[in-house]
């Protein structure tokens, strides 16, 4: 017999099982293997290693800096710049290391950079309180000029002294897995945990949620706000120095459009444009979905134009889903 | 014994007279009923109360000793809580999050802090039963009824044992049943010895828990007496000015 306490007490989102079947994630999840099992039994050429070992890099890009993004889509606001803090950074470890610099140092210096581009955004965006779009869509422009300024426009191949060691980090394998997948597990459980169990992660979706009532409570929303643009640049910094390693060469349109397909793999992924909603692993899910789309119509011989019907059915099929779950929900 | 005095009260914004010379008086527990017009220099008085404004003269005292507020941290300190008339809540957080948001308790992993979700489901759950309300502290706020919402508000004033309470239209924008049990939550904060003052426009709501009506009409106050020495009709005829004073 339960008492009316026990009652109260008990959630009202049922059993476990109940929450993954109404989750996002899981349905792009299964929507991702599915074109898995389908493209390996259609084509001789997706199960294989290399194949395989493509997809999984090719994805952990997109997928570190959907985690960044989704943390800002869940503090209700969003960041255009992203692509062009990729080439920034990739820029400024590249010329830094083949005018003789060390990897430590130059990496560092890329890091930085990325991140002073995240301070102007957050706090033109927290403190001038100037909109997120229009502050980052100036960031677009501004970065990728500025790395055009720094390299000349010119492509770099030659990383110096520790030219080896960049290539390794950004393209090498250990135990079978390209490197950017371990940053990219690595980022995901410890994102999972701060959204979770951290009052940052906390205040980052009330504040999606809710700003006005987050600064009533006394949450320092300038600050956090800052902090929350800091890290999504971030993410594409560390991206832009795997990428660097990856391709062995720079150029200046390296990361172009770049922030279309992450914002995609975010909302995918289950973040909401609105604010107050997202998680890390979808985030990765949808990035995950968006590259084996990309890489199936390659495999099928499907002319790559199409690629962007099929992300964009995608994105619409994913949000519609998201809103009859809601309209069921609330009956 | 007076839990809130205000002697005095006076404010302008340039040549405007929001408040002049507004004196009143809550006891400990006692739920205070504020009406008046739009306008009429309710918000104007909350807000002073609550430490978003300083009165241009006059004083304030909690406790019988005398509080200058400059800023809403100040009166938190003091004990004073407002329930918002659009209740900044986070619709995307559970009933629990949102009692403790800005103040959530943490414990230590290996130097890390993560939060207490245990403490936080707990106490909020005792908080919930002391209102005598069903609601569940890991249900998310959107899912909620209105009533459910006040209480997830006023839950959150308990938490910090607070000393006033002032609630600002409570039940504005909620359905008759729910207004019963918004009603019920002021008379359980009033029972934990909280001294409440309610805004409103709905006579029937004010004379239903408040044990006093203040009137305020173009920033004066008209009349402070006990409810049951009023009527609705009476009220009526000083918020609008057709009865002078009483």
């Known amino acids: 017999m339960t008492t009316l306490e026990q009652a109260i007490g008990h959630s009202q989102h049922g059993s476990p099982f109940s929450r993954v079947f109404n989750s996002q994630i899981f349905w792009v999840l299964l929507a991702a293997l599915l074109a898995c099992v389908a493209l390996s039994l259609l084509t001789d050429s997706f199960a294989t290693q290399r194949n395989l070992f493509n997809v999984t890099r090719n994805f952990a890009f997109v997928g570190l800096i959907a985690i960044g993004m989704t943390t800002v889509i869940a503090s209700g606001g969003i960041d255009l710049s992203v692509g062009s803090t990729v080439v920034l950074s990739a820029m400024v470890i590249s010329v830094l290391m083949s005018s003789g610099n060390p990897f430590w140092i130059s990496a560092i210096a890329a890091l930085v950079a990325a991140g002073i581009v995240g301070a102007i955004n957050g706090t033109l965006i927290a403190y001038v309180g100037m909109p997120a779009f229009v502050v980052t869509l100036g960031m677009l422009s501004a970065a990728r000029s500025l790395a055009m300024v720094l390299s000349n426009n010119k492509m770099i191949w030659e990383f110096g002294p520790d030219h080896d060691l960049l290539l390794w980090v950004g393209g090498g394998s250990t135990l079978g897995l390209p490197h950017p997948i371990y940053v990219l597990g690595l980022l995901t459980i410890v994102m999972s945990v701060v959204f979770r169990w951290t009052r940052w992660g906390q205040y980052v979706f009330a504040i999606g949620g809710n700003e006005q009532a987050a600064t009533l409570t006394g949450i320092p929303v300038k600050r956090i706000k800052v902090s929350i643009y800091v890290f999504s640049a971030m993410t594409a910094g560390v991206a832009g120095i795997l990428m660097a390693g990856w391709l062995g060469s720079v150029t200046t349109n390296l990361g172009q459009a770049m922030e279309l397909t992450v914002i995609a793999a975010a909302v995918i992924g289950g973040a909401n444009l609105a604010g107050g909603q997202g998680t890390a692993l979808g985030a990765v899910i949808g990035a995950l979905l968006i590259e084996v789309i990309r890489n199936s119509l390659i495999l099928l011989g499907i002319s790559t134009f199409w690629q962007g019907m099929f992300i964009g059915c995608f994105i619409v099929i994913a949000v519609a889903f998201d809103r009859v779950r809601n309209l069921r929900s609330l009956d | ?246």
Do not use: W
């Open chain 2, 1 to 246: 014994m007076s839990r809130l005095r205000l002697s005095g009260i006076s404010k302008s914004f340039g040549a405007i007279q929001a408040l002049n010379d507004v004196s009143l008086e809550v006891a400990p527990g006692e739920v205070l009923g504020l009406m008046g017009d739009n306008g009429a220099g309710k918000s104007t008085l909350v807000k002073i109360v609550a430490g978003n404004f300083r009165p241009t003269h006059g004083s304030i005292s909690i406790d019988d000793t005398s509080v200058d507020f400059h800023r809403p941290l100040d009166a938190q300190v003091e004990g004073i809580e407002v329930v918002y008339q659009d209740l900044a809540l986070c619709d995307n957080l559970s009933a629990a999050s949102n009692v403790f948001l800005g103040r959530e308790p943490r414990r230590s992993f290996g130097g890390i802090k993560l939060l207490d979700y245990a403490t936080m489901y707990k106490r909020s759950a005792e908080l919930f039963a002391v209102l005598k309300s069903e609601t569940r502290p890991r249900d998310l706020v959107r899912r909620m009824s209105g009533g459910q919402r006040q209480a997830v508000a006023i839950a959150r004033t308990l938490l910090s044992n607070a000393k006033i309470v002032l609630m600002d239209e409570p039940t504005a924008a909620i359905s008759v049943r729910q207004v019963a049990e918004v009603l019920d939550l002021i008379h359980r904060l009033s029972d934990q010895g909280i001294s409440v003052v309610l805004i409103s426009h709905r006579m029937p709501d004010v004379f239903a828990v408040c044990s006093r009506i203040a009137v305020l009409r173009r920033g004066q106050l008209v009349a402070c007496k006990p409810a049951n020495e009023s009527s609705p009709e009476e009220v009526t005829g000083l918020i609008t000015g057709a009865i002078e004073t009483a």
